[in-house]
């Protein structure tokens, strides 16, 4: 074959490759054209759906929601209210803004004692020992005022929380003394094992004091007081924070049954004596009916009376006599 032959044979062979590409590119065209055409079809049903069907949440939506929705819910269970300090000090309740005063010092002789027994360590250590049941023999020796007072002169101290717990269902008198509503409380979360305690909780301005309600009154309070599920609410109320003190405003022991049902569940009692009313013979069976509870401490309440020459209140300008 001729020089001039092979060149003409490999022109051939150049020019068949470039059919070759120059067809591939058509068929490349020709897909990417039906591709776009698939799209646009795919397009033109999502624009129907969304006009025909119902608009649905995205997943981000949902989540806002849930968060907006769970904020809604925790600001429901923070019940916060403010106690109206002026009607406690109308009824001689001391107050934690309270000026140095007479009951204020009483009060932190009453309440130091107290908190040495509830975080003593050691032999020394009592089993609940801050769980403190403030009662009486009878009613109007001055209880409420006590569990009150003790509560708020408790709520000063600045490693601690308080937690006030109104267990006088007949005649829950706390909450109304503070003015603050009434809601569900210690007989419905007994009641009822679905209700949760910390809804029942309510918080006040004061950051660590907290109040416990009575709930509704029931027929059967004794017994509820009694009951296993009571057990597992102290035990609860009590180990969850180990700074906390919980004081039990309980019935007079010679008015329910309660009281000494109570007295099971507790590692302290503040028995309130009222001076020239309480009898000797009523005391002593009280203490036997509270006997249960083995650390006992008696405060005198409405003495007009007062041994020796202390004048607490002297010191910062009250007289005392």
């Known amino acids: ?22 067809k ?29 069907a119902p608009q649905t949440k995205s997943f981000a939506d949902s989540v806002i929601e849930k968060k907006e929705s769970k904020k809604s819910t925790d600001r429901k ?16 309740i001391l107050t934690a803004d309270t000026e140095n005063s007479v009951v204020a010092e009483e009060f932190r002789i009453v309440k130091r004692s107290l908190l040495l027994n509830a975080f003593a360590k050691g032999d020394a250590e009592i089993e609940n020992g801050n769980i403190i049941m403030v009662t009486s023999s009878q009613p109007n020796e001055g209880k409420t005022f006590c569990s009150l007072s003790l509560a ?117 009692v503040l028995f309130v004596v009222e001076a020239e009313k309480t009898g000797e013979t009523e005391l002593k069976e009280s203490l036997d009916m509270i006997s249960a509870c083995k650390n006992i401490n008696l405060v005198l309440n409405k003495s007009r009376f007062s041994g020796g020459k202390k004048k607490f209140g002297s010191y910062y300008g009250y007289g005392y006599n």
């Open 1 to 22: 074959m001729s020089l001039i032959e092979k060149a003409a044979d490999k022109m051939k062979k150049s020019e068949s490759l470039i059919e070759r590409a120059a």
């Open 24 to 52: 591939k590119m058509k068929e490349t065209s020709s897909q990417e054209v039906a591709s776009d055409n698939s799209q646009a079809d795919i397009k033109a049903d999502i624009g129907k759906s969304v006009k025909t």
């Open 77 to 92: 269970a923070e019940h916060k209210v403010h106690l109206d300090m002026e009607n406690m000090r109308r009824n001689n």
């Open 152 to 268: 708020m002169s408790m709520a000063t101290e600045r490693d601690l929380t308080v937690m006030l717990v109104d267990a006088d269902v007949a005649k829950p008198d706390i909450l109304k003394t503070l003015g603050v509503k009434a809601g569900k409380g210690l007989i419905d979360v007994i009641e009822n094992k679905d209700l949760d305690l910390r809804d029942c909780l309510i918080r006040t301005n004061i950051d660590n004091f907290t109040i416990l309600p009575a709930g509704k009154k029931h027929n059967l309070t004794t017994e509820l007081l009694a009951s296993e599920r009571m057990g597992e609410i102290i035990d609860e109320i009590a180990q969850r924070y180990n700074d906390r003190v919980i004081i039990i405003d309980s019935p007079p022991v010679l008015a329910s049954s309660a009281a000494s049902v109570l007295a099971l569940h507790v590692g302290q």
